[in-house]
T-cell receptor, first 117, second 111 residues
Framework: GAVVSQHPSRVICKSGTSVKIECRSL??????MFWYRQFPKQSLMLMAT?????????EQGVEKDKFLINHASLTLSTLTVTSAHPEDSSFYIC?????????????FGPGTRLTVL | SQELEQSPQSLIVQEGKNLTINCTSS?????LYWYKQKYGEGLIFLMM?????EEKSHEKITAKLDEKKQQSSLHITASQPSHAGIYLC???????????FGKGTRLHILP
């Protein structure tokens, strides 16, 4: 199956700093990548949809200036949490989409745990 | 907006017993996904259903999508400790691939 990686898997940073999370599709080109966040004991919440070479589409309530998304290639999307605060501490998961056999398939990364002190 | 209701929220089952998790959408679905997650880890893809009345099985897990494409069930037969985790249903309501998730069902298996 297709593999999606995320880096780093864990990051701890000080309040006010920025953190970049990478999402890579390792063995396929992803038409679209998605970013989710998950609070403890809650479901995944879609933050934004990212297409290569264009601006990301953010879900309602997600600050685009706070969560910068760059989709530089068909295999890499990055999420930068700017001026991070403790309330940004969460589990961030990306997914990458591809079309196979006429169906859209979506593969998820292992997630990045962000802790802001 | 699209809403997915999962039930039950939590489930405790004796090992060897069967169980069912339900997922109901407020809108007709383009696709319905089932994932499993160990807390703090990534998602494991289980199955995707797209056609009304479709049913798929993988090992001891069977998922069905109703004819109206608004309700899905995930059935586990003869549950094992390895089945424990959080089960999430995700729905795509059109072809833009965006998946919205339900709140999940926490499954505990008692030995």
């Amino acid at each position: 199956g297709a593999v999606v990686s995320q880096h780093p898997s864990r990051v701890i940073c000080k309040s006010g700093t920025s953190v970049k999370i990478e999402c890579r599709s390792l063995d396929f080109q992803a038409t679209t990548m998605f970013w989710y966040r998950q609070f403890p004991k809650q479901s995944l919440m879609l933050m934004a949809t990212s297409n290569e070479g264009s601006k990301a589409t953010y879900e309602q309530g997600v600050e685009k200036d706070k969560f910068l998304i760059n989709h530089a290639s068909l295999t890499l999307s990055t999420l930068t949490v700017t001026s991070a605060h403790p309330e940004d501490s969460s589990f961030y998961i990306c997914s990458a989409s591809r079309t196979s056999g006429g169906r859209n398939e979506q593969f998820f990364g292992p997630g990045t745990r962000l802790t802001v002190l | 907006s699209q809403e997915l209701e999962q039930s039950p929220q939590s489930l405790i089952v004796q090992e060897g017993k069967n169980l069912t998790i339900n997922c109901t959408s407020s809108k007709t679905l383009y696709g319905l996904y089932w994932y499993k997650q160990k807390y703090g880890e990534g998602l494991i893809f289980l199955m995707m259903l797209q056609k009304g009345g479709e049913e798929k099985s993988h090992e001891k897990i069977t998922a069905k999508l109703d004819e109206k494409k608004q309700q899905s069930s995930l059935h586990i037969t003869a549950s094992q400790p390895s089945h424990a985790g959080i089960y999430l249903c995700g729905a795509a309501t059109n072809r833009d691939d965006k998946i919205i998730f339900g709140k999940g069902t926490r499954l505990h298996i008692l030995p």
